[in-house]
T-cell receptor, first 112, second 112 residues
Framework: DAKTTQPTSMDCAEGRAANLPCNHS???????VYWYRQIHSQGPQYIIH???NNETNEMASLIITEDRKSSTLILPHATLRDTAVYYC?????????????FGKGTKLTVNP | NAGVTQTPKFQVLKTGQSMTLQCAQD?????MSWYRQDPGMGLRLIHY???????DQGEVPNGYNVSRSTTEDFPLRLLSAAPSQTSVYFC???????????FGPGTRLTVL
């Protein structure tokens, strides 16, 4: 699986958009980009995933660059409850074992 | 649906004791996994299963055993607890062919 690079930490004001970047320059053509988050002491929670098109769901939007070497997770109106560690993961979907490799992620702090 | 459930929530063991962490899911997912998370670290895969009767090792399997006799249950056994196994343990499940994993609330284990 391709390796990802994320900033260690970020801050965001409540009500503003939070844009979390992820670099995955060695991503291969059949690897998806997944985002999970982990609110303090809880199990990780799936947010969104995509292959090459931008994706949006009720939680967030995922913007993947045309060359697929980087992506951005957007929380459009961050709230205090969005304070969490956000993990960007790339892997093949349906490629046998579905084990995920979690790095250290980005600690997002949403400030009032 | 209860989703993924784990018991106990907290456990304190003495070095050398054995115990079983329980994990159950009611979503009829084929795949189940066990992760551990140490302070300030991402999750590391211990063991996983792609179906009843089939298990395999992850990144850090030493000191742990698993079995999968039913689709619903995936217990993790510590054979002889060591202080290095002090950690938070998360169980997860997902459908075959999908990397969207659902996580349990975790078990906090302390080995003295």
């Amino acid at each position: 699986d391709a390796k990802t690079t994320q900033p260690t930490s970020m801050d965001c004001a409540e009500g503003r958009a939070a844009n979390l970047p992820c670099n995955h320059s060695t991503i291969s053509g059949n690897e998806y980009v997944y985002w999970y988050r982990q609110i303090h002491s809880q199990g990780p929670q799936y947010i969104i995933h995509g292959l090459k098109n931008n994706e949006t769901n009720e939680m967030a939007s995922l913007i993947i660059t045309e060359d697929r070497k980087s992506s951005t997770l957007i929380l459009p109106h961050a709230t205090l409850r969005d304070t969490a560690v956000y993990y960007c993961i790339v892997r093949v979907e349906g490629g046998g074992s579905e084990k995920l490799v979690f790095g250290k992620g980005t600690k997002l702090t949403v400030n009032p | 649906n209860a989703g993924v459930t784990q018991t106990p929530k907290f456990q304190v063991l003495k070095t050398g004791q054995s115990m079983t962490l329980q994990c159950a899911q009611d979503m009829n997912h084929e795949y189940m996994s066990w992760y551990r998370q140490d302070p300030g670290m991402g999750l590391r895969l211990i063991h996983y299963s792609v179906g009843a009767g089939i298990t395999d090792q992850g990144e850090v399997p030493n000191g742990y055993n698993v079995s999968r006799s039913t689709t619903e249950d995936f217990p993790l056994r510590l054979l002889s607890a060591a202080p290095s196994q002090t950690s938070v343990y998360f169980c997860a499940s997902n459908r075959a062919g999908r990397s969207e994993q659902f996580f349990g609330p975790g078990t906090r284990l302390t080995v003295l």
